[in-house]
């Protein structure tokens, strides 16, 4: 769904926050906090699961926070039944929720809006940034839109990448199989004798017929489990991502999502070829460019200094935007309003395409808006109609020689 304008629902009244955690102490530091606010009201906690899914129904809150791990009615579950029935924006904490961690994932792709890691409000060491961070958090969660989510819908469906015959060594019966993309290095069972047969699909260099580069500030790990699972294999585009997060978190995030997509993910690094039908991924801490190299492109890392003061995604659209032309896509899912301007106005200058994501789907808002006040040509869409943006243009382009 592509969508022309957005608008956010005004904030006029108190953000009401409903809690569910099983821990009398943390539900009382949280009481603490909320109650020097006078923009946040806190209607209620609850001790599990099955009592907070009944106060939200009573309630309605704006907000909703939930510890992954409780009696009853564990986190994920009643976030699965909240996103079906009652959709709300949901911050998730939990011991487990350390950044990067696959629980943490998992609740956003169930869809929370975003998590917490519950020992930081321990630590007692610098109190103050955690309470102003969550305070933060309950204040973009609750700008957010968030629709019904079906659990089964929210894990993409695994791709046929053909019929394939193997014979078994053991006892050279003939065997028929059908790989799936997830799992081109599994092994089968002879349907005669039983013996473990090993498979491996042949994968085949493509060489890309367009690029898109999407940028994702804070909170854009949602959007990102929203449209890279369910991008099609079969694509001959390739798809860089910058996540503006530490190395070693986007590192847990690429081995998440490369179980979990049909395309294939890799963590990009220096000296990559650029193939087709691939997304690469990398830390906004690092300067990534595109250089032509031996009739292809490759993946740059550079500690030049001009470019470690630009930011991370004007550095890399400017390099790709003189090489790639049309066949260039930039898409900001969010960011602060410092980012992505001079990337974006590069693609624009030389007849690539822009998109935003549409600010009533971004935890961060200030550089989707400002894009769009800035270029008013700016195609907006949400997550899905961001899917059929890329697979469009894949389409438009497949018929191109690529030309190094």
């Known amino acids: ?36 606010m006078q923009h946040i009201e806190l209607i209620d906690d609850a001790a599990n699961g099955i009592e907070a899914l009944e106060l939200i129904i009573k309630f309605r809150p704006d907000v909703f926070l939930l510890d992954m791990e409780m009696p009853l009615m564990d986190g994920i579950t009643t976030l699965q039944h909240l996103m079906i029935h009652t959709p709300t924006p949901t911050i998730v904490f939990s011991s487990l929720s350390q950044a990067g961690t696959a629980r943490s994932f998992d609740a956003l792709k169930y869809g929370a809006v975003d998590f917490i890691a519950k020992s930081s409000f321990f630590k007692g060491n ?14 973009q969660a609750a700008a957010i839109s968030v629709k019904s989510i079906n659990p089964m819908q ?19 019966a003939r065997n028929v199989i059908e ?4 799992s ?23 060489r890309f017929s367009h690029v898109t580069v999407m940028g994702a500030g804070e909170g854009g790990y949602v959007n990102l489990l929203k449209i890279i699972p369910f991008l099609s294999a079969e694509m001959n585009g390739a798809v860089v991502v910058l996540i503006h997060d530490e190395p070693e978190n986007v590192s847990s995030f690429v081995e998440y999502l490369a179980s979990i997509s049909s395309i294939k993910v890799v963590h990009g690094q220096d000296g990559l070829t650029v193939e087709g039908g691939a997304c690469y991924i990398f830390s906004g801490a690092e300067r990534v460019i595109f250089s032509p190299y031996s009739g292809s492109y490759v993946f740059r890392i550079t500690s030049d200094p001009i470019l470690l003061k630009q930011r991370a995604i004007n550095a890399l659209l400017m390099s790709l935007a003189p090489l790639l032309k049309e066949r260039l896509t930039g898409v900001i899912l969010s960011g602060s309003e410092n980012d992505g301007i001079k990337g974006m106005e590069a693609v624009l200058q030389h007849q690539g395409n822009i998109i935003s994501l549409d600010v009533a789907r971004c935890f961060s808002k200030g550089m989707n808006a400002k894009l769009v006040r ?16 890329i697979e469009s243009l894949d389409r438009q382009n497949r018929r191109q020689v690529v030309m190094a």
Not at 6 to 26: M, P, Y
Not at 126 to 139: C, R
Not at 190 to 203: L, N, P, Q
């Open 374 to 389: 800035r270029f008013p040509d700016t195609i907006i869409s949400d997550e899905p109609g961001i899917i059929e943006l």
């Open 126 to 139: 610098d109190m103050a940034a955690d309470n102003e961070l969550l305070i933060k958090k309950v204040m």
């Open 154 to 172: 929210s894990i993409p469906k695994k791709e046929n990448c053909g019929t394939h015959l193997v014979f078994c060594e053991e006892c050279g």
């Open 1 to 36: 769904m592509i969508i022309k304008t957005s608008t956010t629902a005004s904030q006029s009244s108190r953000i009401k926050v409903l809690i569910a955690d099983d821990s009398w102490v943390f539900r009382k530091i949280l009481r603490d906090i909320f109650k020097r």
């Open 179 to 182: 790989l799936l993309v997830h």
């Open 184 to 206: 081109m290095n599994d092994s089968v069972s002879c349907s005669h004798c039983g013996d473990e047969i090993k498979v491996t699909a042949d994968e085949r260099y493509r």
